[in-house]
């Protein structure tokens, strides 16, 4: 059973995530909290954990330590939009097994997880990509929000035209 637990204060990210890592074999749970995330480990044991590195208030970096004492053999991916070889090699220090950049797709995420374990490897390659679910989550935003654009960059923490530019590309 490959269980996993995805960590991400991203609601509609960690959904998307969840439902295309399920149509790969992986049975997903969702935290969007530290404590949240901690709860799920302990209650469920994850194999696997797919953990992004800013948490609202709180950094995924500072979970995994927490997650390796209460899951010492589970293997844990850190996600982050932020990367950089500073905090790359403080993952892999604190225990994390690999670590990803944003934007990923699923079968990024997938081998990551899986790591050597390629007896569990059944890769889908027509998922769609993580920018058509950047995509899909912007439409999602937008037509939430009206179709007002200036709200809608303002609840996602971008600027107008970054929102307005990343609507115009739709991935294929």
């Known amino acids: 059973m490959m269980r996993l637990l995805i960590v991400d204060d991203d609601v509609a990210f960690a959904n998307a995530m969840s439902r295309r890592l399920s149509r790969l074999g992986f049975d997903c749970a969702i935290a969007h909290t530290v404590s949240e ?34 899951l010492p053999i589970t293997r844990i991916v850190l996600l982050t939009g932020y990367a950089s070889i500073a905090t790359a090699v403080e993952a892999i220090r604190r225990g ?56 809608t960059a303002r609840q996602l923490g971008m600027h107008r035209r970054t929102l307005q530019r990343k609507l115009q590309k739709r991935p294929l």
Do not use: F
Not at 51 to 69: F, R, V
Not at 107 to 123: E, S, T, Y
């Open 37 to 70: 995330a901690l709860l799920v480990a302990r209650r469920l044991e994850p194999t696997y954990v797919l953990l992004d590195m800013n948490l609202e208030s709180e950094t995924g970096i500072d979970l995994i330590k927490p997650l390796k004492s209460i």
């Open 96 to 151: 994390a097994d690999d670590y990803l950049a944003k934007p990923a797709d699923t079968n990024q995420v997938a081998k990551a997880l899986l790591g050597n374990n390629a007896d569990h490897a059944v890769i889908i390659n027509e998922l769609p990509s993580v920018k058509e679910l950047e995509w899909q989550h912007l439409q999602q935003a937008l037509k939430s929000n009206n179709g007002n654009v200036s709200l």
